[in-house]
């Protein structure tokens, strides 16, 4: 890390172990981090002992750090001669923001550099036994945000409606409801599985099996309250395999 510049670069989904070489070298060299609300504390721990840790987390419908102020302080960072890091939770290219404070890095005449890492979404489905895509099923797989800035986020539902379709949700819960109305709407079956994993790749991981028809019920009476990320289209692979084991016992 150079002074004065920033460095943006993902913590990954929770694991320490899942942290890449690249991200633990500038936890250890960064003066100062600037960090979101879901980076674990056992990956903060990593930082080096002289470096100042500031919390510029958001929360969804929660409390909030303005977009504005985050750029405004890592800009101001940078131009003190400080080697900022800016450590975002999963990869920082998804759903993470990266484009506006590279762009605010490019006004202000900040060199930077992006270090990715590991999303939820790969967590989740690893942890779950399964393949994001999978071939003769769906040649493409969709990220997508529950809600955006203007409130829940609209999608092409009769894309994502059709047989075999896989989606990973970010930010799903509290759309749950809206979600499932929107895709029935468009003609998805709503035995459709769905795979809510919180806390992906964590000690404290909680897996919830469920069905299009049931989703928004099941998650309220899971009472996730950690960071969840929703896998539709897909099911634990132990289930599976528990389900074709049943299946042939009856045959």
């Known amino acids: 890390m150079q002074p004065g510049q920033v460095t943006f670069a993902g913590s990954g989904p929770g694991d320490p172990d899942l942290l890449t070489i690249k991200a633990f070298k500038a936890l250890q060299q960064a003066d100062v981090i600037l960090h979101d609300r879901l980076v674990s504390d056992e990956i903060l721990q990593l930082a080096g002992p002289s470096a100042s840790l500031l919390d510029v987390g958001k929360e969804g419908f929660g409390p909030q750090v303005t977009q504005q102020e985050i750029c405004d302080r890592m800009i101001a960072l940078a131009k003190s001669g400080l080697r900022v890091l800016r450590l975002k ?114 000690v404290d991981q909680r897996v919830l099996e469920t069905t299009l028809d049931t989703l928004p019920d099941d998650l309220t009476n899971a009472g996730f309250n950690g960071p969840a990320l929703t896998l539709f289209g897909l099911a634990p692979r132990a289930s599976l395999a528990a389900l074709t084991d049943l299946k042939l016992e009856h045959a």
């Open 89 to 202: 939770s999963g990869d920082p290219a998804i759903f993470a923001r990266l484009d506006e404070e590279l762009t605010a890095c490019d006004l202000a005449g900040i060199t930077y550099r992006v270090i990715p890492g590991i999303t939820a979404a790969s967590a989740a489905v690893a942890d779950i036994g399964q393949s994001l895509t999978q071939r003769g099923r769906n040649a493409s797989v969709r990220f997508l945000t529950g809600h955006d800035m203007k409130g829940f986020a609209d999608h092409d539902w009769a894309a994502l409606a059709r047989a075999g379709e896989v989606a990973a949700i970010y930010m799903g819960k509290k759309s749950a409801r809206f979600i499932q109305g929107r895709l029935i709407m468009h003609g998805a079956d709503r035995n459709t599985p769905v795979t809510i994993v919180e806390n992906a790749s964590r």
